[in-house]
């Protein structure tokens, strides 16, 4: 009889497997034109379903006894590899940032939290709110695509800036928490940067451009603004090629400046961010129509609407970021083992870059910027891996050669920040740590390759 139900529960188990990788087979196959875009999407989202759904099937044809040795043995190490891929999961979510030394003048012990930095100046008066990432407001649908939770009169908003005149908690990789206050846009300037019409000098780009993560006099941002003082920077965390031309395409013509500088991230912008942006609809019109959100003109009720959306989130995190892609995007990395394939150096994405994409975004940033007779100018900024770690630069160079050819065959002026770092004499000193971002030595060195063009231009 125990052995009967046992057989049974054997049956049921490899029942509800095969029943699963049909439902995931049906869903690819008819809803899954996002997840198809590249041989190596194809082979796991149809190869992984097919594979359960044979070895499902084969095994209820063995013997009984054979059939409960394979699926006890399968489940159990299918038991201990998503126990695994917890662990990581609870780890990231849970732990406390570590730091090393800072090569800055501030002290290296503040290990609050950015919502416990959020809740202490809420306590003093300061209306604080977190860095807002427009790149993690966007969520996963169940058809792939990527949309952003915010809605103005019914329609899908998507902000490219944190809320507006807020002090904004930015960041704290050195021991010491990088924070400013807001500009009239929710961008990382100083105050009146928008009053004065025109600018000299556009930034755009990610965490680097945001101001991750020194103190604000000392990010190169603020180092270029101090020869040019018209410079605005547009960068924001996590923005990628598509999310640097919407930011252009949006608040460039109100601007119009003599130089726009494309800072361009050789660790993610390609292919971990492009991918992302590629599969959100809003992003991809600017490339496709021309259309904008119209963001300036809307800037109040883009404003309240993000400002709710942030209140909501700063009343329930304890831990964790501020924005991210979504339940359904979690469920999606836990079952790919997101977490588990990170710790152990496996590729964390699938995609390859995809540079005839990235082409026609520089193009078209190119036409924008003509069109009001300012010029573009493309800065290279290299990873900690590829001029500070022996052997690292390999994997990057595939990244470097080809983005740098299309500056090159587009005509854009380029600035290779990577070259300016390995000539440094140690460059492990222009970082904080590890992986981190740019040091006080790092941003400096950014800032004084960026001011030898322009001066010499």
């Known amino acids: ?75 159990a190490i299918g038991a201990g590899v998503y126990a695994a891929e917890l662990y990581f999961v609870v780890d990231k979510f849970s732990a406390t940032p570590g ?32 860095a807002i990432v427009p790149e993690y407001l966007l969520k996963t649908t169940v058809s792939g695509e990527l949309r952003s939770p915010i809605r103005i009169s019914g329609s899908e908003v998507l902000p490219l800036s944190g809320v507006a005149n807020r002090p904004t908690v930015l960041c704290n990789e050195a021991g010491y928490y990088v924070s400013y206050d807001s500009d009239d846009h929710g961008f990382n300037n100083p105050p009146g940067m928008w009053k004065v019409g025109k600018a000299d000098i556009v930034a755009l780009g990610d965490s680097f451009v945001h101001g991750y993560c020194v103190n604000g006099a ?40 003599r130089k726009v500088l494309w800072f361009f991230f050789e660790g993610n912008d390609i292919p971990s961010n492009l991918e992302v942006e590629s599969r959100a609809p809003l992003l991809m019109r600017y490339l496709e129509t021309g259309k904008t959100q119209n963001l300036v003109e809307r800037r109040d009720a883009v404003m ?26 979690h469920i999606i990395s836990f079952i ?90 140690n460059p492990r000193d222009l970082f904080p740590n590890p992986s981190a971002h740019y040091g006080d030595l790092g941003h400096a060195r950014v800032a004084d390759e960026v001011l030898r063009h322009l001066d010499g231009s």
């Open 218 to 257: 000392r990010n190169f941002i603020s180092l270029i603004r101090d020869h040019y003082p018209t410079t605005v920077n547009l960068g924001t965390s996590g923005a990628g090629p598509l999310i640097a031309l919407a930011s252009l395409m949006e608040f460039g013509p109100l601007l119009r400046p």
């Open 304 to 329: 309240a609407a993000l400002s709710d959306h942030v209140e909501t989130i700063v009343a329930t995190k304890k831990s964790g970021t501020a924005s991210d892609a979504g339940t359904l995007q």
């Open 99 to 130: 730091f090393s030394a800072p090569k800055t003048e501030e002290p290296s012990n503040d290990a609050r939290s950015p919502w416990e930095v959020i809740r202490d100046m809420r306590a003093e008066g300061a209306r604080a709110v977190p």
């Open 1 to 75: 009889m125990i052995q009967s139900a046992w057989i049974r529960a054997v049956n049921l188990l490899l029942s509800m497997a095969a029943l699963f990788a049909g439902m995931v087979l049906v869903y690819v196959i008819t809803r899954g034109d996002q997840l198809l875009v590249s041989p190596a999407k194809f082979g796991l989202f149809v190869g992984t379903p097919v594979a359960l759904l044979t070895l499902a099937m084969g095994l209820r044809l063995t013997r009984p006894e054979v059939r409960a040795l394979w699926t006890v043995m399968l489940v």
């Open 336 to 425: 790919g083992l997101a977490e588990l394939r990170a710790r152990l150096g496996m590729p964390t994405t699938l995609d390859q870059p995809d540079f005839d994409l990235f082409r026609q975004i520089l193009e078209t940033a190119q036409s924008v910027v003509a069109g009001w007779g300012g010029d573009l100018v493309f800065v290279y900024l290299p990873t900690w891996s590829s001029v500070a770690e022996e052997g690292e630069d390999k994997a990057y160079s595939a990244i470097r050669e080809p983005v740098q050819k299309i500056v090159s065959e587009l005509g854009i002026p380029l600035i290779d920040v990577y070259q300016s770092f390995r000539r440094h004499p």
